[in-house]
C-alpha cells in the first residue's frame, strides 16, 4: 500500500502482516488535510514473480468462479 499525504508519499508499504508507523506532521497543515491509501493487488503485484521462479511453488486457489490465478 502508499500512504499519502497531501499528495506526499509518506509511507509504502510491501507487507500486509506487520504494523507500519510513520510521522506525519512535517506533511499536515493548518485547516484541511488529504490522506490517501492506496493498496495494490496482491495478485497482479506478485503474480510476475512467481511465474518467473525457476521452481514455483504449488498454490492453492480455490475459487467458485473459476477465476485462479495462473502459477
Same mark, same amino acid.
Given at each position: 500500500?502508499?500512504?499519502? *499525504?497531501?499528495?506526499? @508519499?509518506?509511507?509504502?508499504a510491501d507487507n500486509a502482516h506487520r504494523r507500519w508507523r510513520a510521522d506525519a &506532521? =512535517? @506533511? #499536515? %497543515?493548518?485547516?484541511?488535510?488529504? +490522506?490517501?491509501? *492506496? +493498496?495494490?493487488? $496482491? +495478485? %497482479? %503485484? @506478485?503474480? $510476475?514473480?512467481?511465474?518467473?521462479?525457476?521452481? =514455483? #511453488? =504449488?498454490?492453492?486457489?480455490?475459487?467458485?468462479?473459476?477465476?485462479? $490465478? &495462473?502459477?
Amino acid at each position: 500500500a502508499e500512504v499519502r *499525504v497531501n499528495g506526499t @508519499l509518506l509511507i509504502a508499504a510491501d507487507n500486509a502482516h506487520r504494523r507500519w508507523r510513520a510521522d506525519a &506532521k =512535517p @506533511l #499536515l %497543515r493548518a485547516g484541511f488535510n488529504e +490522506i490517501t491509501v *492506496v +493498496i495494490a493487488s $496482491p +495478485i %497482479r %503485484r @506478485l503474480q $510476475p514473480m512467481v511465474l518467473a521462479e525457476a521452481h =514455483p #511453488l =504449488p498454490g492453492e486457489y480455490d475459487s467458485a468462479f473459476g477465476d485462479e $490465478p &495462473k502459477g
